[in-house]
């Protein structure tokens, strides 16, 4: 099959199916100028960010863990929702759409997308570590660490940290919609962070037609039905942009 007549054939079982399910990760917000943690930019000042995102770091320097926070809020403030945000809200127009994401920087409503679930939080969001009340909080600059008006505690982003576990609600949403899912979309994730490395297979085995969008092939590339190499940016549009449908 050439890649034509595969982009064909994916287009139309979107086209086909009730409602598109979508798993993002890091990958689709770096054409927005977000870093990935695992490609270049993936270093804040000397530290790994992945040494950075762990409940560890947060016990033993919290001030450390949140001007990296703070920094990455910054940068994020920054960015614009890319092509690939903008073609998966405007698919809406033609069919549900469910974006499972890892991301925590909030492109994807920006974008406009609806119904989003953030299975690692949310960067723009903060958590008591000793009552657990949430609050939203946007600040750019703040002094540090925050503390919790209600009980004096410790404030800490409400994102999830590698080595702790997803929301138990979530996570049962995530695990619904991949397992009803006639066609799901993988984009811009590494498929070494777990759970959600194995969402695809879940989904696969439960019957889902599974494409992974990504620059590089990927651990889980074997399990599912096909891999588009290629920008996020440039690829999405491309499946799911239906200028015939909105003509008639
Ligand atoms: N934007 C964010 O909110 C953000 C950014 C970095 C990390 N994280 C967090 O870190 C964890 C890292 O896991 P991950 O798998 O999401 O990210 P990752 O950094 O491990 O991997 C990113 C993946 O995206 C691919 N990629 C890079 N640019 C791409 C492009 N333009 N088009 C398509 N694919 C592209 C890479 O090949 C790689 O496979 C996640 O759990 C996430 O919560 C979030
Ligand atoms: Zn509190």
Redesign the pocket.
């Known amino acids: 099959m050439t890649d034509r007549d595969l982009i064909r054939n994916i287009r139309k079982r979107i086209m086909d199916s009730k409602k598109l399910v979508v798993l ?9 100028g ?6 270049e930019g ?1 270093l804040w000042r000397s530290y790994r ?2 040494d950075l ?1 762990t409940p560890q770091a947060f016990s033993k320097n919290p001030v450390l863990v949140w001007e990296f926070y703070l920094w ?1 809020r910054r940068l ?1 403030s920054k960015c614009k929702p890319n092509p ?1 945000h903008l073609a998966l809200a405007g698919f809406e127009s033609y069919k549900p759409v469910l974006v499972i ?5 909030g ?1 994807h409503q920006k974008a406009g997308s609806r119904n989003v679930l953030e ?3 949310s ?1 723009w969001r903060v958590r008591c570590v000793k009552c657990g009340r949430l609050r939203d909080d946007d600040r750019l600059e703040m002094d540090l660490p925050p503390v919790c008006s209600l009980c004096g505690g410790l404030e800490r982003p409400d ?2 940290w ?1 080595g702790e576990s997803l929301d138990e609600g979530i996570l049962k949403g995530a695990l619904d919609a991949l397992m009803s899912a006639e066609v799901l979309l993988i ?7 777990e759970p ?2 194995s969402f695809g297979r879940f989904a696969a085995s439960h019957g889902a037609y599974v494409v992974e ?4 092939r ?1 651990p889980q590339s074997p399990y599912y039905a096909c891999t588009i190499l ?4 440039e ?1 999405l549009p491309e499946l799911l942009t239906f200028e015939e449908i909105s003509q008639k």
């Open positions: 993002t990760g890091a990958g689709i917000s770096a054409e927005s977000v870093p990935t943690f695992r490609g993936g960010a992945t995102a990455r994020i690939a994401t890892q991301n925590i920087d492109l299975i690692h939080g960067i994102v999830v590698f984009v811009g994730t590494s498929g070494v962070v959600a490395a969008v990504n620059l590089e990927t290629g920008r996020a940016g690829v």
